[in-house]
């Protein structure tokens, strides 16, 4: 694969589990000239922390790790975080609107549905987990 086909971001070890460890995003100023950038939600915030599976791979806490996710699944999330969640906002304002009903009922119609979404998203997190994939490799 491509590696502009990747996003990466450096990070460092803080916990290890059994079959996962955990790692420190740390963000750089790289991410300014990441081509990437527009759909990682990374680059806003200075630290992000990050759960991933390892298979035979031993790490140590402190460690300096590259993680690593296909830059079609980055498009993805964006797209199941936000995109998705703003055309039903609009389509449910326009319509409720176009029916008459008062802006105030429209607005709470619209951001029940939003909640409801984002709900059924956070109960599909186990499934979604298995599709968005992160890898990790040791730096050198």
């Known amino acids: 694969m491509a590696s502009a086909q990747l996003i990466r971001h450096k990070g460092v070890i803080t916990a290890i589990g059994d079959k996962e460890v955990t790692v ?3 963000t750089t100023s790289a991410c300014a000239s990441c081509s990437g950038k527009s759909f990682c939600s990374m680059a806003d ?3 992000k ?3 991933i599976d390892i298979v ?3 790490f140590t806490i402190g460690e300096e790790v590259q993680v690593t996710m296909r830059l079609m699944q980055g498009m993805m999330a964006v797209v199941w ?4 969640p703003l055309c039903l906002l609009m389509i449910i304002l326009l319509t409720l609107q ?3 009903i008062p802006e105030a009922g429209s ?3 619209a951001l029940f549905v939003v909640a409801a979404y984002y709900f059924m998203l956070y109960r599909m ?5 298995k599709k968005y994939i992160f890898e990790i490799e040791k730096l050198k």
């Open 49 to 51: 922390t990050c759960v």
């Open 45 to 47: 915030k200075k630290d």
């Open 125 to 129: 997190r186990d499934k979604l987990k």
């Open 81 to 84: 975080a936000y995109l998705i």
């Open 107 to 109: 607005a709470l119609v």
């Open 56 to 58: 035979n791979q031993e």
């Open 24 to 26: 420190n995003i740390v």
């Open 98 to 100: 176009a029916c008459k």
